[in-house]
């Protein structure tokens, strides 16, 4: 070995990183479903390598996050996402404003950096042209 090389358990961000991209997997799972999933029909549609206690234990882990909503399904829990990928990106966007102090310049630099569409947008959003059924 040079030094460099790395024979021993994922470091904390590799494994941080897969589970990121577990909870992105079940997610999408569960996005693409008609209704709620128990953890074996997650891993059933998942039809991988992944053990039973795994799904569950990512399942748990999103619910806990308040990504996902559960109800009682026989012994186990149903999952469903919390709100759909629009609310999702409304929600990152809101916790990255409660992470910033300065609020305004936060906005204030968001705003210099949107499409002049999506700046009319936003302008006809917060006029309150919106349609009634919104």
């Given amino acids: ?10 470091h904390e961000g590799d494994r941080r990183l897969a589970n990121g991209k ?4 079940v997610l999408a799972v569960l ?14 549609d998942m039809g991988g390598d992944l053990a039973y206690s795994t799904v569950v234990t990512i399942l748990t882990r999103l619910y806990d996050k308040h ?5 009682a399904h026989g012994r186990a829990y149903a999952y469903a ?10 929600r990152r966007m809101h916790q990255a404003m409660e992470e ?5 310049r936060v906005l204030t630099r968001f705003v210099d ?3 002049s569409g999506d700046e009319a947008l936003l302008r006809r ?9 919104r």
Avoid: K
């Fill in 100 to 104: 910033v102090p300065d609020r305004e």
């Fill in 31 to 44: 996005r693409s479903a008609p209704g709620p999933l128990t953890p074996r029909q997650v891993l059933e």
């Fill in 125 to 133: 959003l917060l006029g309150g042209d919106l349609d009634a059924d």
């Fill in 81 to 90: 996402p919390a709100t759909d990928e629009p609310g999702f990106a409304a």
């Fill in 67 to 71: 990504v996902l909503t559960r109800r």
């Fill in 113 to 115: 950096d949107l499409s």
């Fill in 1 to 10: 070995m040079d030094g460099h090389e790395h024979a021993g358990p994922a």
């Fill in 22 to 25: 577990r909870e992105a997997e």
